[in-house]
């Protein structure tokens, strides 16, 4: 069975133009599926008109209504957690993805392929604020996180189902997706496929997004080194500051006893006890951060389901 998972907000001209081309292309193959869209709490009319094909008796959707927005990476999880599938496409929901792409990507996926990210190799979207930030993510990505995609931030992908267990999403984690499973040995592959110019609604992204895209490339990797280990990197700072103070400690003593000199005027005495003191506290905010890491995050405290709409 194959789950497509397709988050959106605010995309009252583009689900149901995108539903019928998904069910052209999916009734064409030989497998039963399933057409998962996540309402992100929409303001528009998005959750309406997808009841509205509810209502003229489609059964082979289903709609996870959230309470709020919760943003992307929280949509797909409860995307995921829905799906009964054993092959996961996932795409974005304005239509830009074109799902005549979705039987070629299927193919490699028999190649002994885990994953099959699309490459909009002919991207249809603003050079400024999608092309060029987009263009060195990418080149970002393959040099911190060894991921040797072209479009790593392309949401048409296909999955095997176990894939999809291995993935855990915080915050704009939906982006690195191909980084988390590439640094869990899974085999992924890259396909070009066509992109569409939008054609109806507007990006949710601007300039903003470019801040927010490489801070998110940086915590990332932060969190996959040390996510796990936190007393690792805390205790590495912290004892070097605390050597660095005994150091610079045994030195004012030399100075004071051996050669009867003043050290109590010294900036370097302050900067000894601020030394021993920050040693200490990254030491300590270690402990902490080990304690939370221990405690466990489930995939439903990410977002709230309001109500799942279906025809059983």
């Known amino acids: 069975m194959i789950s497509v998972v397709i988050p959106v907000y605010n995309e009252e001209g583009n689900v149901i133009p995108l539903y019928?081309?998904?069910?052209?292309?999916l009734s064409s193959l030989s497998q039963k599926y399933e057409i998962i869209f996540i309402d992100d709490g929409s303001t528009d009319n998005t959750l309406r008109n997808l009841l509205s094909l509810l209502e003229e008796g489609e059964r082979n959707l289903k709609i996870i209504q959230l309470r709020k927005r919760f943003e992307k990476s929280a949509a797909l999880v409860a995307g995921f957690s829905s799906t009964r599938?054993?092959?996961?496409i996932t795409l974005d929901g304005d239509g830009q993805d074109d799902p005549k792409n979705i039987p070629r990507l299927l193919e490699k996926l028999t190649e002994g392929i885990d994953v099959v990210c699309g490459w909009r190799h002919n991207r249809k979207d603003s050079f400024l604020f999608k092309k060029l930030p987009s263009w060195i993510y990418n080149k970002l990505n393959r040099i911190f996180n060894k991921v040797n995609l072209n479009d790593s931030d392309c949401m048409?992908?296909?999955?095997?189902?176990?894939?999809?267990?291995?993935?855990?999403?915080?915050?704009?984690?939906?982006?690195?997706?191909?980084?988390i499973l590439f640094n869990k040995g899974f085999k992924f592959t890259e396909v070009k496929v066509n992109h569409r110019e939008r054609k109806s609604g507007k990006s949710k992204y601007g300039i903003k997004r470019i801040f927010t895209g490489f801070s998110d490339l940086i915590t990332f990797r932060f969190l996959f080194s040390y996510g796990h280990r936190p007393m690792h990197l805390f205790s590495s700072i912290g004892i070097l500051s605390m050597l660095l103070a005994l150091a610079s400690g045994i030195y004012l003593l030399v100075v004071k006893y051996a050669y009867g000199e003043d050290i109590g005027t010294r900036p370097l005495l302050l900067l000894t006890i601020l030394l021993g003191?920050?040693?200490?506290?990254?030491?300590?905010?270690?402990f902490l951060a080990e304690?939370?890491?221990?405690?466990?995050?489930?995939?439903?405290?990410?977002?709230s389901i309001k109500k799942v709409h279906e025809n059983k």
Do not use: C, M
């Open 20 to 25: 019928t081309e998904l069910e052209e292309v």
């Open 85 to 88: 599938g054993d092959i996961i």
């Open 156 to 179: 048409l992908r296909v999955y095997r189902k176990e894939v999809i267990s291995e993935i855990v999403l915080l915050g704009g984690d939906h982006r690195y997706i191909p980084a």
């Open 277 to 286: 003191i920050a040693g200490f506290q990254f030491v300590f905010t270690g």
């Open 291 to 303: 304690l939370i890491v221990r405690q466990k995050t489930t995939a439903s405290s990410l977002y």
